[in-house]
């Protein structure tokens, strides 16, 4: 079963829309696109959503792994688990949803047109 979430953060300037936390494609680093336009944006450790253990039901704690990655801990179950490994890959989600993201070209893997 995947633990893959949906989960979003503020809402964007550009389009006024539901950003979505997704996994960028650098790996454990995240970003909040906007789900009109795709647009990415930083995403700060308070902005991610308030959830709750899986297990015990508590609040988890926001919190940065060993390399300075957001993650959820629950001190109860002392597990954690990064927000990456929650949230979808950006490819994933803006592309099967048919948004053409206008990355600009600068890492040259960008070909949406
Ligand atoms: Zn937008
Ligand atoms: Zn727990």
Redesign the pocket.
């Given at each position: 079963m995947s633990i893959k979430k949906n989960l979003y953060g503020t809402r964007s300037r550009c389009c006024s829309s539901k950003s979505l936390i997704v996994q960028s494609r650098t790996g454990g680093f995240i970003t909040q696109n906007c789900e009109s336009c795709g647009t990415p944006r930083r995403i700060t450790i308070q902005q991610l959503p308030s959830l709750p253990?899986r297990?015990?039901g508590?609040e988890l704690r926001k919190t940065r792994d060993r390399r300075g990655n957001y993650a959820y801990s629950?001190l109860?179950?002392s597990l954690s688990v990064r927000v990456a490994d929650l949230v979808p890959k950006w490819q994933e989600h803006f592309e099967e949803c048919g948004v053409g993201v206008g990355v600009d070209s600068a890492t040259g893997s960008s070909n949406a047109w």
């Open positions: 253990c297990h015990c508590c629950c109860t179950c």
